[in-house]
């Protein structure tokens, strides 16, 4: 597997699969989850309000992954992972990391062989960036797959360089 960085829009990606930093609705949000919903169109929507109408009826759990369409968007497929909100008094990175380890799971399901990834709950969900980048680069390190490519794609300086920091090993 091959991980690289890229510093950019996620939803420009030409990937089979782009994952979603959602939140347990999956009917859309703010941040990376609003600018998926807004440039994947109205298909996105649709699919996760039938999840929502069977099997995720109370919401996806923490931690878990789940695929729909990707609509307008340049890749075949949306996975949805609902990461941590982040918390000072108790170890969640268990949860970080399975949001990591359960999308590629799907994509292995799917046959993906191009990723793209968020830093997962490094925004409104206040997870320390650094640690953020450290969590997720471990836990894709550690997973086997069979996607080929997986690219963390990062909407600022800063998340950019804590990431390029923790897959230096710095």
């Not at 609705?25 to 109205?42: E, F, M, N, Q, T």
């Not at 969640?92 to 062989?113: F, I, N, P, Q, T």
């Not at 968020?118 to 471990?138: L, M, N, T």
């Amino acid at each position: 597997m091959r991980i690289t960085l890229v510093h950019g829009d996620i939803t420009e990606q030409q990937v089979d699969a782009v994952v979603n930093a959602a939140n347990s609705s999956l009917l859309g949000g703010g941040g990376v989850d609003g600018a998926i919903h807004r440039k994947g169109g109205p298909e996105i929507l649709e699919e996760c309000r039938r999840l929502r109408s069977a099997e995720y009826a109370g919401g996806l759990p923490t931690g878990r992954a789940v695929a729909t369409t990707a609509g307008r968007l340049p890749a075949r497929w949306v996975i949805h992972t609902v990461g941590p909100v982040y918390s000072a008094a108790e170890d969640r990175s268990h949860l970080l990391a399975s949001c990591y380890r359960e999308s590629l799971r799907v994509a292995d399901r799917l046959g993906v062989r191009s990723i793209a990834f968020p830093a997962v709950s490094a925004g409104i969900y206040g997870w320390p960036v650094e640690d953020a980048a450290r969590v997720a680069v471990g836990a894709v390190r550690n997973t086997t797959t069979v996607v080929e490519d997986v690219r963390f794609v990062l909407f600022t300086p800063d998340v950019y360089a804590a990431f390029e920091k923790a897959l230096n090993g710095a």
